[in-house]
């Protein structure tokens, strides 16, 4: 990984993770990519991103166990040593997450501590323990949800740790300013993918729902999504710092 950018991007395996690592590989910038479970779609994306010329290698890692960020960081820096004399990085964009649809009501204590801790917890930590191996003048993109302006029955939670992301967000902007760090936070609307159970992408009926109150006519597929992650990750992005970025198509304007 000689000589170019390097992006660590947690949650690539599939969906929006593998297509904002796609984009940004186009851009030359080499990825370290993290998966859950997946390790073949994982290696299968490594090989598709190094067919195109650029770099990848992927680790397991589980967002919500802040007790493996050590090891998980330290195995990154050997391998980026090895690879290109130091141990450090360019951008972080924090994508590992899951959705659950559950009532309010029914929201038990146990799916409340999944979310904070996958959504928030995890991205708290991880993001701490990652400035070490942060160059100064990098980059972190943190993902949200158009539900944080928006309701949707059924994310109460959800949103609720989406929106501390997008405070967490702001927070970073301003206390990692001193090394040029620059921050910001992506909120995309409601996408075709297998996120959340695949409801926007299977469900006819909620599909035809939220591409009427879409102002661009559709639901988002995954290619909306990583270009823009991409963009952030360049230097015509240089000027943006500290910003919410909805990319939803204009749902519920």
């Not at 659950?100 to 701490?128: C, H, M, R, S």
Request: with cysteine; glycine share 10%.
């Amino acid at each position: 990984m000689e000589n170019t950018k390097i992006a660590l991007i947690t949650g690539a395996s599939r969906g929006l993770g593998k297509e904002i690592a796609l984009r940004i590989a186009e851009r030359g910038i080499n990825v370290i990519l993290t998966y859950h479970l997946n390790k073949e779609k994982a290696e299968e994306l490594v090989a598709q991103i190094q067919k195109k010329g650029t770099k990848a290698i992927a680790y397991q890692l589980d967002t919500s166990r802040i007790d493996t960020f050590d090891d998980f960081f330290n195995q990154v820096a050997e391998h980026l040593k090895e690879k290109t004399g130091h141990s450090k990085f360019d951008y972080l964009i924090n994508n590992a997450g899951i959705g659950n649809n559950i009532p309010f009501d029914k929201t038990t204590e146990a799916q409340f501590d999944e979310l904070t801790n996958i959504q928030f917890k995890g991205v708290f930590f991880f993001t701490q323990k990652a400035l070490k191996y942060l160059n100064d003048g990098g980059s972190i993109i943190n993902v949200s949800s158009g539900l944080t302006r928006f309701v949707g029955p059924g994310y109460a939670v959800y949103a609720s740790t989406k929106a501390a992301i997008e405070n967490l967000t702001r927070y970073l902007a301003k206390e990692l300013s001193d090394r040029e760090i620059r921050v910001n936070v992506i909120a995309p609307g409601a996408i075709a993918t297998d996120f959340a159970g695949g409801q926007v992408r299977d469900n006819k009926q909620y599909n035809n729902y939220i591409s009427s109150v879409t102002a661009l006519g559709r639901v988002g597929v995954a290619e909306d999504i990583g270009g823009v992650v991409a963009f952030l990750c360049s230097k015509d992005a240089a000027w943006i710092n500290g910003q919410r970025i909805e990319v939803s198509g204009g749902m519920n304007l």
